[in-house]
């Protein structure tokens, strides 16, 4: 599984339907379970399959198509935080949720190696973080490469990983020696201890 960190810092914030838009027709063909997306729950009540609540985080799962048109039709809004995973379609809401909800907020598993899915089901996810930072992971490199090329700012996530964990004098994220040395999450790994 492979993935790409990119920051759009240069285009301010982050728009999701240039982002969705990049998969073309692809996106029709999954089902996809959106969460963390803050004020924009309220949107995305009025075209999903189903909104409701999982282990007290509120997801929305929504057809490519309704995924598309929700975007679309607030294409200038921006997305703070957000993720936005996708699953085949045979899968149901039920059998998705086994996985649990992916996060965007506060989750230093999204900077730490190997990269894997948040939800072993997922066959794409899409996350933004901190209203500049994205990360797209998919398990078809043909996706990744559409994405690299329409941002030339992308670099491959797994290293991007290994560069704010080296950053601090760790290798491999070793959480017992962050935690022996005081040091926490992603932005102590990110910016050091001060």
Known sequence: MNGLYINTSADLFIKMYPIIDLLGDD??????????VGPWDAVFVKYSIK????????YHFISGDELRK???????????YATLSAFDKDLN??????GGIPKADFNDDLWTNPVR??????????????GMKLQIKSQDDKILDRYADAYPNAVDLARYNEGVMRKTGNKGGNSQ??????KGGFFSRL????
């Open 70 to 80: 929700a975007l679309y039709d607030n294409r200038m809004q921006v997305m703070n």
């Open 177 to 182: 020696a962050d935690k022996a040395e005081g």
């Open 27 to 36: 996106v029709k063909s999954y089902n996809w379970l959106v969460s963390e």
């Open 51 to 58: 909104s409701d609540r999982y282990e007290n985080e509120t």
């Open 93 to 98: 809401i039920e059998q998705i949720l086994e």
């Open 191 to 194: 910016f050091g201890n001060r």
């Open 117 to 130: 899915m948040q939800n072993e089901r997922s066959v794409i996810e899409i996350i933004a973080v901190d």
